[in-house]
C-alpha cells in the first residue's frame, strides 16, 4: 500500500513553460486535493476533487488546472508558469470528515 | 474570511518539558479539527485529531477543544528532541468538499 504518490519530486521551470504534476492514491479514497506551501505558511488549497469527473476550485486557483478522470489519479496542469508560482505542492487524498493523507511532495522552482 | 492563527513561535522548551501550542478559528460551523506534525523538507503528517469538546489523549499527546471560545491545542508531554517540527492546525467544515483551512504553524524546538 503505497498510499499517496507524487512524481516528480523536483523540477525547475522556465517562464512561461507548462508541466503536469502528476498524483495517484491507492486507498480508494473519493476526496483528492491540491495544496501549495510557500516557506513559512501554513498549506493553500488550490483544487479539490470529491470523486471521479468532479473538481472544484479552492483558495488559490489560478494558473492552474486540474482533472480526475479516475479515483486514483488526480494530475495538477500548470500553464504558463511565472515565479509566484515557486512553491511546494503537497497532493492529498481523504474519506469524508477523517483525516487527509498527505503525498511527499513536488519542489517547483520557475526561474 | 475563513482563519486559522498559530502562533509562528519558535516555542522552545528543555527536554521532557510539556510543550502547549495553540490555535484559533473563525468559523464557528467548523466541525473537525486536525493537528499535523511537518519536520523541515517532508509532508504533513496526522497527529491528532479531535471532534467534539473536551480532551482527546493519544500516547505523550493531548488535544483539547473549546467550540465556544473557537480555541483548539495540542499539549506535547515529556517532549523529545525527535518533536522538533513545525506544528499545523487545521480546521475543516464538512460538506462542500470537506476542505481543510490550515494555520502557518507553530516552529518547537526542544532543547538538550
Known amino acids: 500500500n503505497a498510499g499517496v504518490t507524487q512524481t516528480p519530486k523536483f523540477r525547475i521551470l522556465k517562464i512561461g513553460q507548462s508541466m503536469t504534476l502528476q498524483c495517484t492514491q491507492d486507498m480508494n479514497h473519493n476526496y483528492m486535493y491540491w495544496y501549495r506551501q510557500d516557506p513559512g505558511m501554513g498549506l493553500k488549497l488550490i483544487y479539490y476533487s470529491v470523486g471521479a469527473g468532479i473538481t472544484d476550485k479552492g483558495e488559490v486557483p489560478n494558473g492552474y488546472n486540474v482533472s480526475r478522470s479516475t479515483t486514483e489519479d488526480f494530475p495538477l496542469r500548470l500553464e504558463l508558469a511565472a515565479p509566484s508560482q515557486t512553491s511546494v505542492y503537497f497532493c492529498?487524498?481523504?474519506?469524508?470528515?477523517?483525516?487527509?493523507?498527505f503525498g511527499p511532495g513536488t519542489r517547483l522552482t520557475v526561474l | 474570511q475563513k482563519e486559522v492563527e498559530q502562533n509562528s513561535g519558535p516555542l522552545s522548551v528543555p527536554e521532557g518539558a510539556i510543550a502547549s501550542l495553540n490555535c484559533t478559528y473563525s468559523d464557528r460551523g467548523s466541525q473537525s479539527f486536525f493537528w499535523y506534525r511537518q519536520y523541515s523538507g517532508k509532508s504533513p503528517e496526522l497527529i491528532m485529531s479531535?471532534?467534539?469538546?473536551g480532551d482527546k489523549e493519544d500516547g505523550r499527546f493531548t488535544a483539547q477543544l473549546n467550540k465556544a471560545s473557537q480555541y483548539v491545542s495540542l499539549l506535547i508531554r515529556d517532549s523529545q528532541p525527535s518533536d522538533s517540527a513545525t506544528y499545523l492546525c487545521?480546521?475543516?467544515?464538512?460538506?462542500?468538499?470537506?476542505?481543510?483551512?490550515f494555520g502557518t504553524g507553530t516552529q518547537l524546538k526542544v532543547e538538550l
Open positions: 479531535i471532534y467534539s469538546n
Open positions: 492529498a487524498s481523504g474519506v469524508g470528515t477523517d483525516t487527509q493523507y
Open positions: 487545521a480546521v475543516m467544515v464538512t460538506g462542500g468538499g470537506n476542505k481543510l483551512t
